[in-house]
Structures are given as structure tokens and as C-alpha cells.
């Protein structure tokens, strides 16, 4: 089993339209979370990191946290064509990364 | 964030060849760096883990005497391809850990090599 899991995709939405994007994890000692946003042919930006169960938001986007359920998400409201990139979920267990495979988001205009 | 700089972006080479890459923590220091590998459409894979002051620790299948990581100061760490192939044409990105535990990336190093 995967530690982190993601739906490859590719996951389109319209422009304006809000985009789910999903992750599970599969230990339980896992302790921080973060999404992070990667444009074709650049490295990975970090958009959003999370803690604590329940959601955190920061503009458009709102991650969210199930500890319970070992899953995080992240929402992008407002969608807008710069969104379409590959979204990555990473977790850290005892200060080893894990990063899912991502999903391919694409906004349509 | 915290500002994690890669040089070169590009590099290449002709087969056989070495080529250095750099990657610095412009406003923190770093005890611990990662280096990754990216293929086309492909996720990243952790290449090493480089530890200022000793030696770097090598992931499964990675070649520590092609892949050479040197990590002298607290806001620098070179990775160093020896005798490079076209297979070692890839994407390399650097990568260190944040005050909160979080990792910032370099902008990455494409490499070819013909």
C-alpha cells in the first residue's frame, strides 16, 4: 500500500467553478500534511499546509483534514485557468516526506 | 516562505561529462537538504537526503559514487552527476525543510545529455 494516494485525474472543471482535489494517507502516525501546486516543466510550490483536523483556509484555497479517516483535501474556489496544474498531496511521518503521485487539474475558460 | 535557490536551471552536456548543481537556503540554514529526480509525466523521486557536516544518505537504486552530494555549509549542497549518460537526463530539484516542518523546493535543474 501506498503511503499517499492520489487520483492521477485528469480532473476538469470551468473557470469559476470550485475544484476538489482529494489525498488518503496510510499511517496513522503521520503528522502534517500540505498540498503542493506544480506547473508543467517548473518544481513544486507550496500552496497550503495543515496540522490539525477540521479545514484551514487562505484565500481561494481551504484544506481540509480527517485524521479519523486519514484523508486531506484541498478546494480551490473560483477556479481560474492559472489553477490548471498538477496538484500534489505530501505528508511528513517521523521527518520522512511522502508525496502522492498528484492530480492533474485543468480549468476550462 | 522560505527561499531555497537552485543553479544552473539548465544545464547541457555531452556524455561522459560532470556536472555540479547548487542549491542554496537563501534565508535559513539548513542542516538537512533532499535532492529529487523528476522524469517527464512522472512524480518525484527522493534521490538522497544531504546532511551538512557528513555524509548524505542514498535512497534504494541511487548510485552514491555517480551521484555525489556534498553539503559543507548550512546553506549549501551540491549535487555532482559524474559521468553523465543520456539516461541521467532528468529533472533535478533541491529541496529543505522550513521552520515549520515544511519542505520548499528550488526551482530545479533540467539536465541533458547528449
Known amino acids: 500500500q501506498k503511503e499517499v494516494e492520489q487520483n492521477s485525474g485528469p480532473l476538469s472543471v470551468p473557470e469559476g467553478a470550485i475544484a476538489s482535489l482529494n489525498c488518503t494517507y496510510s499511517?496513522?502516525?503521520?503528522?502534517?500534511f500540505f498540498w503542493y501546486r506544480q506547473y508543467s516543466g517548473k518544481s513544486p510550490e507550496l500552496i497550503m499546509s495543515i496540522y490539525s483536523n477540521g479545514d484551514k483556509e487562505d484565500g481561494r484555497f481551504t484544506a481540509q483534514l480527517n485524521k479519523a479517516s486519514q484523508y486531506v483535501s484541498l478546494l480551490i474556489r473560483d477556479s481560474q485557468p492559472s489553477d490548471s496544474a498538477t496538484y500534489l498531496c505530501a505528508v511528513n511521518r517521523a521527518n520522512q516526506f511522502y508525496f502522492g503521485t498528484g492530480t492533474s487539474l485543468t480549468v476550462i475558460p | 516562505g522560505a527561499v531555497v535557490s537552485q543553479h544552473p536551471s539548465w544545464v547541457i552536456c555531452k556524455s561522459g561529462t560532470s556536472v555540479k548543481i547548487e542549491c542554496r537556503s537563501l534565508d535559513f540554514q539548513a542542516t538537512t537538504m533532499f535532492w529529487y529526480r523528476q522524469f517527464p509525466k512522472q512524480s518525484l523521486m527522493l534521490m538522497a537526503t544531504?546532511?551538512?557536516?557528513?555524509?548524505?544518505?542514498?535512497e534504494q537504486g541511487v548510485e552514491k559514487d555517480k551521484f555525489l552530494i556534498n553539503h559543507a555549509s548550512l546553506t549549501l549542497s551540491t549535487l555532482t552527476v559524474t559521468s553523465a549518460h543520456p539516461e541521467d537526463s532528468s529533472f533535478y530539484i533541491c529541496?529543505?525543510?522550513?521552520?515549520?516542518?515544511?519542505?520548499?523546493f528550488g526551482e530545479g535543474s533540467r539536465l541533458t545529455v547528449l
Open positions: 544531504s546532511n551538512e557536516g557528513s555524509k548524505a544518505t542514498y
Open positions: 529541496s529543505a525543510r522550513g521552520r515549520a516542518g515544511e519542505l520548499f
Open positions: 499511517d496513522r502516525g503521520s503528522q502534517s
